[in-house]
T-cell receptor
Framework: GAVVSQHPSWVICKSGTSVKIECRSLDFQATTMFWYRQFPKQSLMLMAT?????????EQGVEKDKFLINHASLTLSTLTVTSAHPEDSSFYIC?????????????FGPGTRLTVT | KNQVEQSPQSLIILEGKNCTLQCNYTVSPFSNLRWYKQDTGRGPVSLTI?????NTKSNGRYTATLDADTKQSSLHITASQLSDSASYIC??????????????FGIGTKLQVIP
């Protein structure tokens, strides 16, 4: 149990276009979802935290107008990278937390590799 | 400032050997510590979760220890296998006054198991 999926697993887009990444909790309701970014040989960096039905809370330095997060249901959160640039190329990972499971457990998705050309 | 430091940064061991990875943290107030395994190009997978009162926890060939007094944790891998090759990430959570957990990730230890 506690499976989190991401779609797509990898995407290549042209500079200036927008890309949407989906994160789904498959067998539990995710009251909170987290979006991370990971550059090569670096640790996961939290970008934002979203609670179902409310606006996401962004970490310092993360542009909320560039990285649009929607958590419209208890099983789905989306991250849209708007007007993507090559420096946005990274590995994006979501994780989900459920109120009904261990309060401190986060379940991670498999990640989405974004390459902006 | 909450920090999590892991050592060594990388490690190469022969298949079948044991190894121990270290994690030191300055996160406060401490809530829990987790070890994750992250294969290249994949999301992290949880290995163990430890709270303040737990000193050791095992998951198959993985055994984690926690010393909350010295703020140190270790992950011991027994009888390593080629499939153990991955990055191992120490993640420490602090509980703030609002009940929300602030999570700090270590940079990870890259383990390579060779035949």
């Amino acid at each position: 149990g506690a499976v989190v999926s991401q779609h797509p697993s990898w995407v290549i887009c042209k500079s200036g276009t927008s890309v949407k990444i989906e994160c789904r909790s498959l067998d539990f309701q995710a009251t909170t979802m987290f979006w991370y970014r990971q550059f090569p040989k670096q640790s996961l960096m939290l970008m934002a935290t979203s609670n179902e039905g409310s606006k996401a809370t962004y970490e310092q330095g993360v542009e909320k107008d560039k990285f649009l997060i929607n958590h419209a249901s208890l099983t789905l959160s989306t991250l849209t990278v708007t007007s993507a640039h090559p420096e946005d190329s990274s590995f994006y990972i979501c994780s989900a937390r459920s109120a009904s499971r261990l309060a401190y457990e986060q379940y991670f998705g498999p990640g989405t590799r974004l390459t902006v050309t | 400032k909450n920090q999590v430091e892991q050592s060594p940064q990388s490690l190469i061991i022969l298949e079948g050997k044991n190894c121990t990875l270290q994690c030191n943290y300055t996160v406060s107030p401490f809530s829990n510590l987790r070890w994750y395994k992250q294969d290249t190009g994949r999301g992290p997978v949880s290995l163990t979760i430890m709270t303040f009162s737990e000193n050791t926890k095992s998951n198959g060939r993985y055994t984690a220890t926690l010393d909350a007094d010295t703020k140190q944790s270790s992950l011991h891998i027994t009888a390593s296998q080629l499939s153990d090759s991955a990055s191992y990430i120490c993640v420490v959570s602090a509980r703030n006054s609002g009940g929300y957990q602030k999570v700090t990730f270590g940079i990870g230890t890259k383990l390579q198991v060779i035949p």
